[in-house]
C-alpha cells in the first residue's frame, strides 16, 4: 500500500458502526480469498441474483450456513441451482466473533455462534443500493471484511436511504462492524475502484464478507419473505 500522509486509524463512523482499517494481514487475506474461490465453485457456487421486481445485481454473491435470495433465508438455493447451502465453517464463525470484540468489545458478542456468511463479489462495473440488513432475527453486530479492490462503503441511517451517510473507503483487509444503534442502518457500495487491489493478493475485482447471526431456530427449514418469481 502506497506511504500515507495520515495513517488510517479505527474509527466510530456512527455509535455501533467501527471502520478498522488493515485488520486482516496479507496471510489472513490470501487465506481468505482461496477459501472464497472454493466456495464459489458449484453446486451451490457464486451465482447472479435476481430481485422480485425484475432487476439483476451487479454483485454476484454465495452463501455459506444459510442461503439469503430476496427476501428471507433459505437452506437450499432456491433461486439457482436448488443446491444445499454450503456449510458455514466454525473457523469463519470464530472470526466473526473476534472481530466483533476488535471493533466494539467483548460486551457486543452476541450469545449465539456466527452461522451465515454472504460473500459478495464486485467486477469494476458491480456496485450496491442502499438497503439494509433485516431478514435476520437476530440483532447481533453484523461483520464486514473486505479483499480485492478498494471501494466507496456508505453508511447510512436507519429512517431513509438518503442523506445523512458517511462514505468510508474500504481496503483490502479492512473491517467494519456495526451492530446495537446502528444494526438496522441503511448502508451500500455505491463505487469500486478497480485496480486497486495490492497486488501480490492476486484478485481482480472485490470480494465482501459478511457475516451475520440468523437467530433461527436450528434445524428447521426456513422459507422466509416472499419467493422471488
Ligand atoms: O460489499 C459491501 O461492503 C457491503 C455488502 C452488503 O451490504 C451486504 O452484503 O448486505
Redesign the pocket.
Known sequence: MDAELFPRCRREVAPGAVHVPDWLDAGRQRRLLEACREWARPPAGLRTVHTPGGGTMT?R?VCLGHHWYPYGYALTVVDGDGAPVKPMPDWLAGLGREAVEAALGPRALPPEPYDIA?I?F?DAGAR?GM?R?SDEQSDAP?V?L?LGDS?V?RFGNRETRARPYTDVE?RSGDL?VFGGPARLAY???PRVHPGTAPPALGLTG?L?I?LRVSGFPPAVERIMGDSPS
Do not use: A, E, I, P
Request: one cysteine or more.
Open positions: 454483485s454473491q454472504l459478495n464486485y450496491m438497503h440488513d453484523v464486514s473486505s471501494c462503503f474500504l467494519f448502508h451500500g457500495v472485490r465482501n459478511t
